[in-house]
């Protein structure tokens, strides 16, 4: 009974100390209050949605920022493997190199004497 009693208490007494007659504002005073609380709520809303721009730019700054870093890691991918095409080419060019050179060398000097004492029978590779 008397939490019900203390809250009839609270509640009149804050729907009476919220009349307008009980107001310690005068008209153009309150005027002025309820404009700048407008200008607080649209200013909220202004920076709310301002909010949400730098989010969103935050995320596609990060998406670019990714996708930049996959670009440099295969940009450099393949340079390595480039460089790896380049290496690989100059073997090639000089086993080939070895291979003409050891196709078309004269016998030496110890083949020769070798071919003379057996009779031309020793061959030469």
Do not use: W
Not at 34 to 62: A, P, V
Not at 105 to 124: E, N, S
């Amino acid at each position: 009974m008397r939490t019900l009693l203390l809250f009839l208490i609270i509640a009149s007494g804050t729907i009476y100390a919220q009349s307008p007659a009980n107001s310690p504002l005068t008209p153009d005073e309150g005027r002025a209050v309820l404009g700048q609380l407008y200008e607080l709520r649209s200013t909220r809303e202004e920076i709310k949605t301002l909010e949400s721009y730098i989010s969103r730019d935050q995320e596609q700054d990060n998406r670019e920022k990714v996708n930049s870093d996959r670009a440099f890691e295969l940009e450099r991918k393949a340079t390595d493997l480039a460089q790896k095409e380049a290496d690989m080419q100059k073997d090639k060019a000089e086993l080939y190199e070895q291979l003409y050179r050891s196709a078309t060398r004269k016998p030496g000097v110890g083949c020769r004497i070798a071919r003379a004492v057996t009779l031309g029978i020793h061959q030469c590779n």
